[in-house]
């Protein structure tokens, strides 16, 4: 007695393979955006975390007790970051030659400028690029501004663009708390990540 060979048939195969194809287009995109953003989150620690390691070991070994004497000046500043970082590029005052000055706000086609007095700028090996502002003796701190894609897109606050401060005994937060939904300044996201613990949940 022969024995019954049982096969898919054609239109099975096709059918099992549309479903697969409609599971992959629902699911793909979102784990494709998870990865970004898990990305991105990775690059703003470890900016943040060299930046304020950084700071702490110049004002050491220059033996400043502030930064409003260790970083009174754009020179100063320059001095800092090409000692301290593994530059690439210094691209100074020209905040433009270092990162988009356009900061898109996310899901529109609105944008913040980036606004820095005195700035000096540079790009690291990491193609972090970090633009710091002297200490401001008035505004009582001095204001970084990370791309952590340099010129790349998407130039989106919180995305890959975050501006901190720095105070004058040195420490590097977030001039806003929590307020990344804000449509008037760049601020705010770094603080949102924080409380979020280092989640893109915007």
Known sequence: MKKR?????????LITMA????????????LVGNASKKGQVALIRKAYVELQ??????????????TASALSTQAKVNSFLTEFFKVTKNCGATVSSCMNTKIY????????????TDPS??????GISV?????????????????????KDPNIKGRDVFELTYSSNGEISDSASS????????????????????????
């Open 19 to 30: 479903i697969i194809g409609v599971i992959s287009a629902l699911t793909v995109p979102n």
């Open 131 to 151: 633009c710091m502002e002297p200490y401001n003796s008035t505004n009582g701190n001095g204001k970084i501004v990370i791309d952590t894609n340099g010129l």
């Open 121 to 126: 700028c540079i790009t690291n090996a990491s």
């Open 105 to 116: 706000l996310p899901n529109s086609t609105s944008y913040i400028e980036i606004s820095l």
């Open 179 to 202: 307020d990344c939904a804000s449509t008037s300044k760049i601020s705010g996201c770094f603080t949102k990540l924080q409380e979020d613990n280092y989640e893109m949940n915007y």
């Open 53 to 66: 390691d950084s700071i702490d070991s110049y004002m050491a070994e220059i033996d400043a007790k502030t």
């Open 5 to 13: 060979i049982t096969a898919f048939t054609l239109a099975e195969v």
